[in-house]
């Protein structure tokens, strides 16, 4: 794609403009906004020296986020990383240049009378939404039954702010919270015009949206400051049960500990067993307990699960490398790799592809307890045959960061809890990259206790199912109340027990 920007102009907002994600919110320290400057002056910055060879800088080759005004007129020539992945059609309707019903603000659907042309029997059902930071999640649910009429998810194209919560905190508070508000939302009513127009529903039939999220998502869909949220003590506008003119929002527990890990555990069932529910993404959230006490905890993972700060990283799309082995079964290919979807080559590597291309590094003694790589690789594997797939020394670091996070995480809230892993008897892996992460392979990496590897159970977008169960449940709210009056937060950035864990679990030992 070419964009052409005048002299004096904002490329970063023009980009921002045309859908190209920052995702580092601007800083120039992922090096995932590359472009090519086609005609024109762009001075070369320190980041760029950092991602880019002499010759790549001679071509043209500069970080989008570097440039900032347009010193020249300039040609510049992108790709938008989203086209890589697959949006309903409907959702890409979504995405609308023309300007908000309101001068301020979109809203969501409203409900309206049906017109006496219309057929008279009406399917009553609500929506619910799962708001994360990388995707939107919405499902229709019958009202009576609960039963799921249908599911669809997009991308949550607030990302061209930054890519994790700080970013967005960041870019909110910078005066850009209506502006992310209109966006989420055209995305959410592009799912359910896609969701009504393929089920035959009308609007007449919806009976109300509820949402759930992280803190700050819901802060920024309901318009509230994200003031609160960047800085100490870190105190929400809200975290409480809120009926707005845009939908129900689910509560949460805190700035870091929202309505996605509270829908997360009201989804799974926490009984009188001791279970420990691991939603992993940008942020790890955790809740260990029972359905009478429950501990809960926001561990600073990173990206790196997500295929963020790994160098050849990828999110789950067509063609990422989900599944590494180092050699097939008659040991005559030195690796067989498993991609999503019906691509022919590896497009990059997502999270569980990180996760157990390391583990077969670590079995097969390519990869030492300090994470060092086998000199024989020269820091670096190669994982497509043209070689522009790699995987390289400073993803393994990337990835013991994420670990450690975790598992740190996990060890201070069973000291927290006065427990061991032997004795918690469930444990629920919430989010896409649960779904096909390998439990044993986690073992490997030091991401779980190899005592916990044989109970694991992936449960999906569980924010998302704990909103559809809300949606039929008359007695939603009280659970609810239950599970937050359970709750107590660890801060794990005060704890010295995680400090002490954490260093303890960078090492793959």
């Given at each position: 794609?070419?964009?052409?920007?005048?002299?004096?102009?904002?490329?970063?907002?023009?980009?921002?403009?045309?859908?190209?994600?920052?995702?580092?919110?601007?800083?120039?320290?992922?090096?995932?906004?590359?472009?090519?400057?086609?005609?024109?002056?762009?001075?070369?910055?320190?980041?760029?020296?950092?991602?880019?060879?002499?010759?790549?800088?001679?071509?043209?080759?500069?970080?989008?986020?570097?440039i900032g005004t347009a010193e020249d007129d300039i040609e510049i020539e992108y790709s938008n990383p989203e086209e890589k992945i697959y949006i309903p059609?409907?959702?890409?309707?979504?995405?609308?240049?023309?300007?908000?019903?309101?001068?301020?603000?979109?809203?969501?659907?409203?409900?309206?009378?049906?017109?006496?042309?219309?057929?008279?029997?009406?399917?009553?059902?609500?929506?619910a939404i799962d708001i994360g930071t990388t995707t939107v999640a919405a499902a229709a649910v019958e009202r009576t039954t609960g039963r799921v009429i249908a599911v669809k998810t997009g991308i949550n194209h607030q990302r061209s702010f930054g890519a994790d919560v700080i970013s967005r905190i960041v870019a909110s508070n910078l005066g850009n919270g209506p502006k992310m508000r209109d966006t989420v939302i055209r995305d959410i009513n592009g799912l359910i015009d896609s969701i009504m127009a393929e089920n035959s529903l009308?609007?007449?039939?919806?009976?109300?949206?509820?949402?759930?999220?992280?803190?700050?998502?819901?802060?920024?869909?309901?318009?509230?400051?994200?003031?609160?949220?960047?800085?100490?003590?870190?105190?929400?506008?809200?975290?409480?049960?809120?009926?707005?003119?845009?939908?129900?929002?689910?509560?949460?527990?805190?700035?870091?500990?929202?309505?996605?890990?509270?829908?997360?555990?009201?989804?799974?069932?926490?009984?009188d067993d001791l279970s420990l529910l691991i939603d992993l993404g940008t942020n790890g959230e955790?809740?260990?307990?029972?359905?009478?006490?429950?501990?809960?905890?926001?561990?600073?993972?990173?990206?790196?699960?997500?295929?963020?700060?790994?160098s050849c990283g990828t999110a789950g799309i067509p063609g990422a490398i989900c599944d590494v082995s180092l050699c097939d079964e008659d040991g005559k290919e030195p690796i067989a790799l498993k991609l999503i979807g019906d691509a022919d080559k590896p497009v990059g590597i997502c999270g569980t592809g990180v996760i157990a291309l390391v583990a077969e590094l670590i079995k097969q003694g390519l990869v030492d307890e300090t994470g060092l790589l086998d000199e024989r690789l020269h820091g670096r594997l190669k994982l497509s045959a043209d070689g522009?797939?790699?995987?390289?020394?400073?993803?393994?670091?990337?990835?013991?960061?994420?670990?450690?996070?975790?598992?740190?995480?996990?060890?201070t809230l069973l000291e927290e809890y006065g427990a061991e892993a032997k004795d918690i008897k469930h444990v629920f892996i919430a989010g896409g990259f649960g779904t096909e992460l390998d439990p044993e392979k986690a073992a490997v990496i030091g991401l779980l206790p190899s005592e916990l590897k044989d109970r694991?159970?992936?449960?999906?977008?569980?924010?998302?199912?704990?909103?559809?169960?809300?949606?039929?449940?008359?007695?939603?709210?009280?659970?609810?109340?239950?599970?937050?009056?359970?709750s107590g937060e660890i801060v794990l950035a005060d704890s010295d027990a995680f400090k002490a864990h954490f260093m303890e679990h960078m090492n793959f030992a």
């Open positions: 794609m070419i964009l052409y920007a005048e002299k004096g102009s904002d490329v970063a907002a023009l980009l921002k403009d045309a859908g190209f994600p920052f995702l580092c919110g601007g800083t120039g320290s992922c090096g995932k906004c590359k472009i090519r400057v086609l005609s024109g002056e762009v001075r070369v910055t320190d980041a760029d020296r950092a991602f880019f060879s002499e010759e790549e800088l001679a071509a043209g080759r500069r970080l989008a986020c570097m059609e409907s959702n890409r309707a979504g995405e609308s240049d023309k300007e908000s019903d309101t001068a301020d603000s979109a809203s969501l659907k409203e409900v309206k009378d049906v017109p006496a042309s219309e057929p008279t029997k009406i399917t009553f059902f609500s929506i009308i609007p007449a039939g919806l009976d109300r949206i509820v949402i759930a999220g992280n803190t700050t998502m819901q802060h920024i869909f309901a318009g509230y400051s994200c003031e609160g949220l960047g800085v100490a003590p870190f105190e929400p506008v809200s975290t409480a049960l809120t009926d707005t003119t845009s939908g129900l929002l689910l509560p949460g527990i805190s700035a870091f500990v929202g309505a996605d890990i509270v829908a997360g555990i009201y989804a799974c069932g926490f009984t955790l809740a260990l307990g029972t359905n009478e006490r429950i501990l809960v905890a926001s561990t600073a993972a990173g990206p790196a699960f997500e295929g963020g700060n790994i522009k797939v790699t995987f390289t020394q400073k993803d393994i670091r990337e990835l013991q960061l994420a670990v450690a996070a975790v598992r740190g995480g996990i060890e694991c159970v992936s449960v999906g977008n569980s924010s998302l199912n704990g909103a559809i169960k809300y949606a039929s449940d008359p007695e939603g709210a009280e659970a609810l109340d239950k599970i937050v009056k359970a």
